[in-house]
């Protein structure tokens, strides 16, 4: 069975760090491209980062770029995002997310785990 | 940046109906357009790809049409699960992407 499961969420102050990691299975993860994507309680969904199979390429939303870091591990089928600089806007479920082998459209997600940035 | 506009931000409908929710971009995205449903407390589901492609195991009922900057997903009976949220989300500048608000579908 293809899955997802994303772990390291909490509670962190303002200005802290946090560092998420998804748990890939069923599928060779190195052939996927992979993401990020989060949503705020009661909102819409927000792409965060995406890294590429082969990790040469990344990118990052402007709302995160900077403090944010994507990296993966092939050899252990894990997807990570190191947080720096939090702020309370970056509280919601963060989704560790597949892309289709394909294109760009995204497949496959975890369940999520919450992040909560208050003081 | 792309940005995606979703109308109408809500659609009140019965079961039974037929639903046409619209995806617009601000610059053309071709045919790198994606639908999804979310119903409330779980995951965002991928009903359609590149803009027209239903993605496996999605009905028959869904369907997406569209290129450049103007998009539709049309159900075209709503059945009682399908009252959900939808997003649509582009990928022209992959690997960067959006998401458009969404659209909620209710009963009416």
């Known amino acids: 069975e293809v899955q997802l499961v994303e772990s390291g969420g909490g509670l962190v102050k303002p200005g802290g760090s946090l560092r998420l990691s998804c748990a890939a299975s069923?599928?060779?993860?190195?052939?996927?491209?992979m993401n990020w994507v989060r949503q705020a309680p009661g909102k819409g969904l927000e792409w965060v980062s995406s890294?590429?199979?082969?990790?040469?390429?990344?990118s990052y939303a402007d709302s995160v770029k900077g403090r944010f870091t994507i990296s993966r591990d092939n050899a252990n089928n894990s997807l990570s995002l190191q947080m720096s600089g939090l702020r309370a806007e970056d509280s919601g479920l963060y989704y560790c997310?597949?892309?289709?082998?394909?294109?760009?459209?995204?497949?496959?997600w975890g369940h999520g785990t919450t992040v909560t940035v208050s003081s | 940046e792309i940005v995606l506009t979703q109308s109408p931000a809500t659609l009140s409908l019965s079961p039974g109906e037929r639903a046409t929710l619209s995806c617009r971009a601000s610059e053309t995205v071709y045919t790198y357009l994606a639908w999804y449903q979310q119903k409330p407390g779980q995951v965002p589901r991928l009903l359609i790809y590149?803009?027209?492609h239903r993605a496996p195991g999605i009905p028959a009922r869904f369907s997406g049409s569209g290129s450049g900057t103007d998009f539709t997903l049309t159900i075209s009976s709503l059945e009682p699960e399908d009252f959900a949220v939808y997003y649509c989300?582009?990928?022209?500048?992959?690997?960067?992407?959006?998401f458009g608000p969404g659209t909620k579908v209710d009963i009416k």
């Open positions: 069923g599928f060779t993860f190195r052939s996927y491209n």
């Open positions: 890294i590429s199979g082969s990790t040469t390429y990344i």
């Open positions: 997310v597949r892309d289709r082998v394909a294109g760009g459209s995204m497949d496959v």
């Open positions: 989300q582009q990928r022209n500048n992959w690997p960067r992407a959006t």
């Open positions: 590149d803009a027209s």
